[in-house]
């Protein structure tokens, strides 16, 4: 008999998203595009599911110093329409550049990416900048930490193991401390201290010694009597 196995559904719960940085500077702008379409729809890792969110987070820098083939700076057409009759706006590559230099980029990898809700957060994970520096450097560091694993195989201090922190390396017989002298009036665990009958002095006592104590005094207890019930029975009888 054929056993069939199972399909492994993957969660949004089990995938994690990292950070990527790229610099825009001298690429091209459409292969720039879609390295950077494939990073937000994660369709570089095995774990890719359609209909989930599964690409990382892309940190462009240098956004407006990508590079284009032939005169498209003066050929390629930006177009934009109002909604109004004769309101068509249009705009070359180099127009979009001079007022939003991170549009064009925006725009190209905005048309390789689903055209649904899904597709717009994806497109919240892409982060533009115009020069070198971006306020990203925590979670790029963070993401980086998690990738190499950081933490793993860094070495323990010493008087650690393997099983925590507590634990303590084993001593030889001449580190050893030398065992403390027992004390001769410690009590017993079964012997009851004597006690003048106080609460003060029947507090610390337990309550099997409490109960030898009334036995000796004659006290009668109820079968479940609980600690301040055979405090105050004793209290009562020592105050007849």
Not at 3 to 15: A, E, F, G, M
Not at 87 to 107: F, H, I, R, Y
């Amino acid at each position: 008999m054929t056993t069939r196995l199972k399909p492994h559904n993957v969660k949004q719960s089990d995938l994690t998203a990292e950070w990527h940085v790229i610099d825009a500077r001298d690429k091209t702008l459409g292969r720039l595009s879609s390295e950077i379409a494939t990073l937000l729809q994660g369709k570089h890792k095995p774990t890719y599911t359609p209909h989930l969110v599964s690409g990382d987070f892309v940190v462009v820098v240098n956004a407006d110093k990508f590079r284009v083939s032939g005169n498209k700076l003066a050929k390629k057409m930006y177009y934009r329409h109002s909604g109004y009759h004769g309101g068509l706006t249009e705009q070359t590559l180099s127009d979009v550049l001079s007022k939003n230099p991170t549009m064009a980029l925006k725009k190209a990898i905005k048309g390789m990416l689903p055209k649904n809700t899904l597709g717009r957060h994806m497109l919240g994970r892409l982060k533009l900048y115009v020069g070198e520096e971006h306020p990203h450097e925590a979670q790029v560091n963070a993401a980086e930490g998690v990738r190499l694993g950081k933490g793993a195989n860094t070495p323990k201090p010493a008087g650690t193991s393997a099983k925590g922190p507590a634990a303590k390396t084993k001593t030889s017989t001449a580190e050893k401390p030398a065992a403390a002298a027992p004390v001769a009036d410690a009590p017993s665990a079964t012997e009851a201290p004597a006690a003048t009958g106080t609460d003060d002095d029947l507090l610390p006592l337990t309550v099997a010694q409490l109960k030898e104590l009334a036995e000796e005094r004659g006290v009668e207890l109820p079968p479940k009597a609980r600690k301040a019930d055979i405090i105050e029975a004793l209290g009562s009888a020592k105050a007849d």
